[in-house]
């Protein structure tokens, strides 16, 4: 068993760290200020071609693998950055390329890996239907050649900064037997760019920069040609693409987790009182260690899993497992790193509080680590289920 990244991969790291050191503490911290989207920072990663990296070379993709991609999100978020402003480029994309037709794959595929085209909204929770997702209302009607679109969704990220949307809407009312509640779900390609008049949103208002929206559409039509696979199965394409993107989001909380564990050294080492440097302590010291070995134990659980995505082997326990153990190492390291700079732990000059807000997500969202639990202790024990 081969643990050590490849000479290509350490070069793919070298690289992204590179183009990250360009945006460094004080632009992330003014874009933070400004509520604003590091549109040059995506510019960035999108012209080094890092965005379209999952996307085979076919379709003018990198034609890279899973284990890259968590390297590239992974640098992103070490830097001090966040890679949730552009992660989704990388993996919506995936829906298209499992399961939508080679006229679809060859019409969106090469411009979505150029960056022409932004793909990187993604319709699924609703106000009433959050964990629950079979249980949601949207609504699409097929009527002649199109399907009309009503209904609403809630933390729908990025659509100010997308031109197409990957929507999950039903398509039939909501079975009555529970063991056909995944049934009649569909998956649609929505261009935003035709939307006007027919799709409004407004940005909420949340604890971190972060750009999501709670979106309505009001007898939208789509093309019946965006139509993604077959019409009510789309509830098994967007489970597909779920361990690819709990994969990605270990990465980065991996990656906050390395900026916590590294900043908090750092300034422990530093800082002297009563004598003697506080990170000598070890009431301060032993946190940080202690979040370290997670990191690090999560960092693996997320290759193993990555590793076998890229090998076609099922990875459902193992992407779980490496969301779960990586949102929690990085709240520890957080945690740890907020102590150890006592007050200026929370002084936006030192980035900490920042990083802090920002990492909390990752138990929550794009799943809750309560899901996560139920999926490891129902799917993978073999336990009773709670729902
Ligand atoms: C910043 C941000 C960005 C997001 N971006 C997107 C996006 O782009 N697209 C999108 O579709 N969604 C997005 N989401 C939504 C995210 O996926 C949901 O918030 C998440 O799935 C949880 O759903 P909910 O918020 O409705 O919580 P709920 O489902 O209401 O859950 C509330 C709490 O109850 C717990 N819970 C619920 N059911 C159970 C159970 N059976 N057993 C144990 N515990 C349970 C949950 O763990 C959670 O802690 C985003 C969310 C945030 C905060």
Not at 93 to 98: A, N, Q, W, Y
Request: charged content about 25%.
């Amino acid at each position: 068993m081969d643990l050590a990244l490849s000479p290509d991969q350490v070069e793919i790291q070298r690289a992204v760290r590179e183009a990250c050191a360009r945006f460094g503490d004080q632009y992330w911290r003014e874009v933070d200020e400004r509520l604003a989207y590091p549109d040059e920072f995506v510019r960035a990663m999108t012209e080094q071609g890092w965005l379209g990296i999952l996307i085979p070379e076919q379709y003018g993709g990198g034609g890279l693998g899973m284990t890259e991609a968590a390297i590239v999100l992974e640098e992103i978020n070490r830097s001090g950055g966040n890679g949730t402003a552009c992660h989704a480029q990388m993996y919506t994309m995936g829906t298209v390329l499992r399961h939508g037709s080679e006229d679809q794959k060859r019409r969106y595929l090469p411009a979505i890996a150029s960056g022409e085209l932004r793909l990187q909204a993604f319709g699924v929770t609703e106000p009433d239907a959050g964990s629950d997702t079979t249980k949601i209302s949207t609504l699409a009607v097929r009527r002649g050649d199109a399907y009309v679109v009503n209904g609403q969704k809630v933390f729908t990220s990025r659509v100010e900064n997308s031109d197409l949307m990957l929507l999950l809407a039903r398509t039939s009312p909501v079975p009555e037997r529970v063991e056909d509640r995944t049934q009649g779900l569909s998956v649609f390609l929505v261009d935003l760019r035709d939307a006007r008049g027919h799709f409004e949103y407004q940005r909420m208002d949340i604890m971190f920069n972060h750009h999501t929206y709670q979106c309505f559409f009001n007898d939208l039509e789509v093309p019946a040609e965006n139509l993604v696979g077959e019409e009510g199965r789309g509830f098994r394409y967007i489970i597909d693409g779920w361990n690819a993107e709990r994969i990605l989001i270990a990465s980065e909380a991996i990656g906050d987790g390395h900026w916590f564990v590294e900043r908090a050294a750092r300034y422990s080492s530093d800082r002297e009182l009563f004598g003697r440097k506080v990170g000598s302590n070890q009431g301060v010291q032993f946190p940080i260690a202690q979040a370290h070995a997670q990191v690090e134990a999560a960092s693996l659980v997320r290759y193993q899993a990555a590793a076998l995505f890229d090998a076609d082997q099922p990875c459902g326990a193992q992407a779980n497992m490496a969301k779960l153990l990586a949102s929690q190492a990085s709240w520890a390291a957080a945690n740890a790193c907020i102590t150890a700079h006592g007050g200026y732990g929370f002084a936006r000059e030192y980035d900490v509080e920042r990083k802090f807000r920002e990492t909390k997500l990752f138990e929550i969202a794009p799943v809750s680590n309560n899901l996560v639990l139920a999926y490891l202790g129902q799917r993978v024990l073999g336990m009773p289920r709670s729902y």
